[in-house]
């Protein structure tokens, strides 16, 4: 598989002074997303858990409904990039063929693969009651993530999406360049250890727009938590989907925009 990060040679400037050494950066792949032998949309990417890319993107984007409708997935490296390969399940194969085109997405890009503007401010999902969370559990769950990023703890380079029950700690967590990819890569890790998002939180080290608030939705995520702010429209957007939206979640606290019923003021009772 190819490699997620690369040495680099640099010059420094700091404090008055010049030196010079490497620096570790992360790789970044043009991924195609291939649907029954047609290309549907390229993105760009860190090449790692790309089988979790792949899913979530699918279901995220509503090309299925259910992992099971991928009857088959390959991950294919080729010389200019990486072509991800699967075969959907007939009714579903069908549907795509009417919406078919070809896109190409850039990093950062969360609306690549639509093709109007309702699609692009589209209703999400309502998601279930779920579970309550105090301001502990939240500041504790934020807290586990910083050390579990791999790659970014040697590039300082990618954003990072991750999934935390009360009894349980941090069920997953994948990173990626594209904060949307990582969102992705977290759902579709989910999905194939067929874990419900319902009961836990959606972490974020990024900020908050729109499509990452309809990608929770979709995956069934009653709380997202990200240490940064949220967009207007994101707010919108989770409000009317049921979602509790933490942003802003540093270790000394958060702010919530909506649906606070889910966040108690009572101490932790499970902390992993």
Same mark, same amino acid.
């Given at each position: 598989?190819t #490699?997620?990060t690369?040495?680099? #040679?640099?010059s420094v400037?700091?404090? @008055?002074?010049?030196?010079?050494?490497?620096r570790?950066?992360?790789? %970044?792949?043009?991924?195609?997303?291939?649907?029954? @032998?047609?290309?549907?949309?390229?993105?760009?990417?860190t090449?790692?858990?790309? %089988?979790?890319? !792949?899913? @979530? &993107?699918?279901?995220s984007?509503?090309?299925v409904?259910?992992?099971?409708?991928?009857e088959?997935?390959?991950?294919?490296?080729?010389e200019?990039?990486?072509? *991800?390969r699967?075969?959907l399940?007939?009714?579903r194969a069908?549907?795509?063929? %009417?919406?078919?085109? &070809?896109? $190409?997405?850039v990093?950062?890009?969360?609306?690549?693969g /639509?093709d109007?503007? $309702?699609? !692009?401010t589209?209703s999400?999902?309502?998601?279930? %009651?779920?579970?309550? &969370?105090?301001? $502990?559990? /939240? *500041?504790?769950?934020? @807290?586990?993530?910083?050390?579990?990023?791999?790659?970014?703890?040697?590039t300082?380079?990618?954003?990072?999406?991750?999934?935390?029950r009360?009894?349980?700690?941090?069920l997953?967590?994948?990173e990626?360049?594209?904060?949307?990819? #990582?969102?992705d890569?977290?759902?579709?890790?989910?999905?194939?250890e067929?874990?419900?998002?319902?009961?836990?939180?959606i972490?974020?080290?990024?900020?908050?727009?729109?499509?990452?608030?309809?990608?929770?939705?979709?995956?069934g995520?009653?709380? *997202?938590?990200?240490?940064?702010?949220?967009?207007?429209? !994101?707010?919108?957007?989770?409000? $009317?989907?049921?979602?509790?939206?933490?942003?802003v979640?540093?270790?000394?606290?958060?702010?919530?925009f909506t649906?606070?019923?889910? *966040?108690?003021l009572? !101490?932790?009772?499970?902390?992993?």
């Amino acid at each position: 598989m190819t #490699a997620t990060t690369r040495r680099v #040679a640099r010059s420094v400037w700091r404090a @008055g002074k010049l030196s010079h050494n490497q620096r570790i950066i992360p790789e %970044e792949t043009p991924v195609a997303f291939t649907y029954n @032998g047609t290309s549907h949309a390229v993105m760009l990417a860190t090449p790692q858990d790309l %089988e979790d890319l !792949a899913t @979530g &993107f699918s279901l995220s984007e509503r090309i299925v409904s259910a992992v099971d409708q991928i009857e088959e997935l390959d991950v294919v490296e080729e010389e200019i990039g990486i072509d *991800i390969r699967m075969w959907l399940a007939g009714p579903r194969a069908q549907a795509l063929s %009417e919406r078919r085109r &070809f896109l $190409a997405g850039v990093t950062g890009c969360g609306l690549c693969g /639509i093709d109007s503007l $309702a699609e !692009a401010t589209r209703s999400p999902p309502m998601v279930a %009651e779920g579970s309550r &969370f105090s301001p $502990a559990d /939240i *500041i504790h769950a934020m @807290g586990l993530i910083a050390p579990l990023q791999a790659i970014n703890q040697k590039t300082s380079a990618v954003h990072a999406a991750a999934y935390w029950r009360p009894e349980h700690g941090l069920l997953a967590l994948r990173e990626d360049v594209g904060r949307h990819n #990582a969102l992705d890569k977290l759902g579709g890790a989910l999905a194939r250890e067929h874990i419900n998002a319902t009961d836990g939180i959606i972490l974020l080290t990024s900020r908050v727009s729109v499509e990452m608030v309809q990608k929770a939705a979709s995956f069934g995520a009653p709380v *997202i938590a990200a240490v940064s702010a949220p967009t207007a429209l !994101a707010v919108t957007t989770a409000e $009317a989907a049921g979602i509790t939206l933490v942003a802003v979640a540093r270790g000394d606290g958060f702010e919530v925009f909506t649906h606070d019923k889910r *966040i108690t003021l009572k !101490a932790a009772t499970h902390v992993v």
